[in-house]
T-cell receptor, first 115, second 112 residues
Framework: DTGVSQDPRHKITKRGQNVTFRCDPI?????LYWYRQTLGQGPEFLTYFQNEAQLEKSRLLSDRFSAERPKGSFSTLEIQRTEQGDSAMYLC?????????????FGPGTRLTVT | QQPVQSPQAVILREGEDAVINCSSSKALYSVHWYRQKHGEAPVFLMILLKGGEQKGHDKISASFNEKKQQSSLYLTASQLSYSGTYFCGTGGMRSGNTPLVFGKGTRLSVIA
């Protein structure tokens, strides 16, 4: 397994369009996280899954954002009616789950530019 | 609450040492350290759990003082490859993997 992968790596879209990103986690990891990162900032939590269940969503996540992990493997993040403020790097991470705290491994990210 | 990292930026010559601090106003269960190079994803360095243990990894080590709610990352005899932005991510008091809250990062530049 080569790690977390994300597709596409770059996306340019016009304001108002919908976009969808995909994340494939490390195969044995049952936790999957979505983060957003803007220039000069650390990653900011959006939402996360354990298997197919979405366990938590950030209060910062507007109704235009939706995420799924239908079979507990890959996940998609959709942004509807994109706005210029959505321009950012969208990072996916995966980890084991359990009573302890495990390292989260990040994918290469999808850079979104909304024009 | 977002952890506070200090310093914001540091410039080192090869071979010099550096310390990066990460402080939180909330009780911590875990601290995760990452390094990110420009245009790339964050790369995991190490994780520390409450209990005050210190970890090491080549010439990079870290400590976690749960009483002070603070972690420090120590870079010894820095190399050019250490350049990048270092982030700490903190996990809350719930056990198990919770989403991390990241600091704003410390930009480290190592020059020859």
């Amino acid at each position: 397994d080569t790690g977390v992968s994300q597709d596409p790596r770059h996306k340019i879209t016009k304001r108002g369009q919908n976009v969808t990103f995909r994340c494939d986690p490390i195969s044995e990891h049952n936790r999957l996280y979505w983060y957003r990162q803007t220039l000069g900032q650390g990653p900011e939590f959006l939402t996360y899954f354990q298997n197919e269940a979405q366990l938590e969503k950030s209060r910062l996540l507007s109704d235009r954002f939706s995420a799924e992990r239908p079979k507990g493997s890959f996940s998609t993040l959709e942004i509807q009616r994109t706005e210029q403020g959505d321009s950012a790097m969208y990072l996916c991470a995966s980890s084991m789950a359990g009573p302890s705290s495990y390292e989260q491994y990040f994918g290469p990210g999808t850079r979104l530019t909304v024009t | 609450q977002q952890p506070v990292q200090s310093p914001q930026a540091v410039i080192l010559r090869e071979g010099e040492d550096a310390v990066i601090n990460c402080s939180s106003s909330k009780a911590l269960y875990s601290v995760h350290w990452y390094r990110q190079k420009h245009g790339e994803a964050p790369v995991f360095l190490m994780i520390l759990l409450k209990g005050g243990e210190q970890k090491g990894h080549d010439k990079i080590s870290a400590s976690f003082n749960e009483k002070k709610q603070q972690s420090s990352l120590y870079l010894t005899a820095s190399q050019l490859s250490y350049s990048g932005t270092y982030f700490c991510g903190t996990g809350g008091m719930r056990s198990g993997n919770t989403p991390l809250v990241f600091g704003k990062g410390t930009r480290l530049s190592v020059i020859a």
